[in-house]
């Protein structure tokens, strides 16, 4: 059965009302003999079991709390290790290609276009020092 948003705020909304209801209803014979007391300590309703209910209570949110905390750190050294272990791998398939672009350690044959526009560049360069040299003496 599944229930939408209404149905939950209308069973939320009765809930409410009537354990409002009751609570005036269990003080209607004292309200109506007018036996109104000032009196903090005495409590209509005088729970012996509040102070172990609250004992409990604590004692359970401290377990659960500490049990929360262990499960964060161990999902947090996992997951560190999982993110190390994969940065390992991805560097070592990276390596792997680079190495495949070199046959037995040695570079692989640039095209000729490309070294011939690479000399090129070098030979303007030397050109360019020897014209600053020259012009600086």
């Given at each position: 059965?599944?229930?939408?948003?209404?149905?939950?705020?209308?069973?939320?909304?009765?809930?409410?009302?009537?354990?409002?209801?009751?609570?005036?209803?269990k003080?209607?014979?004292?309200?109506?003999?007018?036996?109104?007391?000032?009196?903090?300590?005495?409590a209509?309703?005088?729970?012996?079991?509040?102070?172990?209910?609250?004992?409990?209570?604590?004692?359970?949110?401290?377990?659960?709390?500490?049990?929360?905390?262990?499960?964060?750190?161990?999902?947090?050294?996992?997951?560190?290790?999982?993110?190390?272990?994969?940065?390992?791998?991805?560097?070592?398939?990276?390596?792997?290609?680079?190495?495949?672009?070199?046959?037995n350690?040695?570079?692989?044959?640039?095209s000729?276009?490309?070294?011939i526009?690479?000399?090129?560049?070098?030979?303007?360069?030397?050109?360019?020092?020897?014209?600053?040299?020259e012009?600086?003496?």
């Amino acid at each position: 059965m599944i229930l939408n948003l209404n149905s939950i705020l209308l069973i939320l909304f009765f809930s409410s009302l009537f354990s409002i209801i009751f609570m005036i209803w269990k003080k209607w014979p004292i309200l109506k003999h007018e036996q109104i007391s000032n009196d903090n300590e005495k409590a209509f309703f005088e729970l012996s079991y509040l102070k172990e209910v609250k004992h409990i209570t604590i004692e359970g949110a401290k377990k659960h709390g500490y049990s929360l905390l262990v499960i964060a750190v161990r999902f947090y050294i996992q997951s560190t290790n999982f993110l190390r272990e994969k940065y390992k791998e991805i560097k070592t398939k990276i390596t792997e290609k680079i190495n495949k672009r070199h046959i037995n350690g040695e570079k692989k044959e640039i095209s000729k276009f490309l070294k011939i526009i690479g000399d090129y560049k070098n030979k303007i360069r030397e050109i360019k020092h020897k014209i600053k040299r020259e012009e600086n003496l």
